[in-house]
């Protein structure tokens, strides 16, 4: 177990992972018509799908302590994503005939430049449908929200393990756990769907120029994680010192 | 028509949502009627903050509303009873997620640059309407773990669909209220009968009965005044058989 204010300081630095590793997972509602790159789904609720997979992966090893609650928590995210991509990937590509695509990428817009995949030196240029922004995930952006999945897979399970630790003196630890999951999706989607109002709805991960607006989700799920981490500190203190109204 | 304002509908809401958690908090379960406001309250705010386009979908911004209210109650839970101290419990709540969603829409606003009018009165409305309705779902299925999941789901679905299922053409507040008024029946007939299965529910059976009544009642009312209201609203597109030119 660990100490209320560690527990305090961990709520607010999964709650700021939570927020960053947004900017890292492709997603784009558009890309349900092929129509740009990315998962077929808004960021926001990728991620919180990404980020409570991962938490249901913590919870199996809560009792083995916080190094393996935080790599369980990012593996079954990152295994999420990563399922998800190539089911996406396999319907686009042998189902509507549509390649992988990085659409900043093709357009060298992307954020190192040129129009090649930047790990796989595969051209871009000249695959991307006219008209469309990309479409499917390519190697890059599979690389990049495996990233954002790790991250936002490790910092719910940061907030799932606080919480866990914070309240367990008060209450048993079969509640504790379904406590403490609960609350961990919460701050995860506070924390989630914050960034998103930057994305505007679609994003290819870190090859993205958007990546670039990252501070401002990082000073916002900064403010807010630390507002919910010290309600969270306050209330289990209440409860720990049997001040119980 | 005129519209009704935030600030109208959440007042009112406010009012209705204390007072039905007191009541419930003294037993009389029939209170859970009273809840069917703040409903309508959270879902005009996500319709306030949906309608300027936002870079997230209505379901995002319905999950992350309830994920403060939903939480905030959650957690206060965990120190101050519920049940013996319902306006205590209330007053704690509505105060978190106030902080929570006032923050949050200030962030929004002023580091995120969203520039979505009223976006920090929508978030602390959304917030502290799903806090109440959260609140009263508590004091109904009373403090089992097992079920938060279910209670920040079925809320989270009642306040994003309305705004969700009505938007496009020709949508408007009165539609789009009426809606979420059914889905507030239909929510509350859900929480009366997992209440009635429940074994740690904290009325007796007879209230759990009482709130299955009530809720089926108002949900035949609305899904009757609902279903005429849309069928008045595509009177000219029925009429014509093409889209009208001023929508």
């Given amino acids: 177990m660990i100490d209320p204010v560690t527990a305090t300081i961990m709520i607010i630095a999964g709650g700021v992972l939570v927020g960053v590793c947004v900017h890292f997972i492709p997603a784009s509602a558009t890309g349900a018509m092929a129509a740009a790159t990315g998962i077929a789904t808004g960021p926001s609720m990728l991620s919180a799908g990404a980020g409570l997979a991962g938490i249901y992966a913590a919870a199996y090893s809560i009792d083995s302590g916080l190094a393996p ?44 430049g040129g129009t090649k995949d930047i790990i796989t030196g595969f051209e871009q240029e000249g695959y991307r449908s006219p008209g469309t922004d990309g479409h499917g995930m390519p190697f890059q952006t599979v690389v990049s929200g495996t990233i954002g999945a790790l991250m936002g897979g490790a910092g719910g399970a940061l907030v799932f393990y606080a919480v866990y630790s914070m309240t367990l003196p008060a209450i048993s630890t079969e509640n504790a756990v379904a406590l403490a999951g609960i609350v961990a999706a919460g701050v995860f989607l506070i924390n989630s769907v914050l960034p998103a109002y930057v994305l505007v709805g679609k994003t290819e991960g870190m090859f993205d120029m958007k990546i670039r607006s990252m501070h401002r989700t990082f000073i916002s799920c900064l403010v807010t994680s630390s507002i919910v981490a010290c309600v969270i500190y306050a209330i289990s203190w209440l409860a720990v010192s049997g001040v119980v109204a | ?129 799903t806090a109440m309705i959260t609140a009263g779902s508590l004091l109904i299925l009373g403090n089992d773990y097992g079920l938060y999941p279910f209670i920040y789901i079925i809320i989270t679905l009642a306040v994003l669909h309305p705004y969700n299922a009505s938007t496009g053409a020709g ?27 429940a074994s740690r529910s904290s009325i007796p059976v007879s209230g759990d009965v009482a709130i299955v009544a009530a809720s089926a009642c108002g949900l035949v009312i609305a899904v009757v005044a609902w279903y005429r209201l849309v069928k008045s609203d595509i009177y000219e597109i029925r009429w014509t058989g093409y889209p009208p030119a001023e929508h």
């Fill in chain 1, 69 to 112: 609650v935080i790599i369980s928590g990012a593996v079954g995210s990152a295994l999420m994503l990563l399922i998800t991509i190539l089911c996406g990937n396999i319907v686009l590509a042998f189902g509507i005939g549509a390649p992988p695509v990085s659409g900043q990428t093709a357009s060298g817009k992307s954020t190192f």
């Fill in chain 2, 171 to 197: 949508e408007n507040q009165k539609r789009t209220l009426l809606l979420a008024l059914v889905e507030a029946c239909m929510t509350t007939l859900v929480i009366g009968i997992v209440a009635m299965l």
């Fill in chain 2, 1 to 129: 028509m005129k519209e009704i304002q935030i600030h109208t509908l959440f007042g009112a809401a406010l009012l209705s949502g204390i007072a039905g958690i007191l009541l419930i908090g003294h037993g009389i379960s029939i209170g859970i009627v009273f809840l069917w406001l703040p409903f309508l309250s959270a879902a005009n705010s996500i319709r306030g903050m949906a309608m300027y386009g936002l870079g997230t979908g209505n379901a995002s911004i319905g999950y992350w509303g309830t994920a403060v209210g939903a939480t905030s109650a959650f957690v206060v839970s965990l120190s101050v009873s519920c049940r013996s101290t319902p306006l205590l419990y209330v007053a704690a709540v509505v105060a978190i997620s106030l902080v929570i969603g006032l923050a949050t829409g200030i962030l929004a606003d002023k580091v995120i640059r969203m520039r979505i009018p009223r976006i920090e009165l929508n978030s602390a409305v959304i917030a502290m309407s």
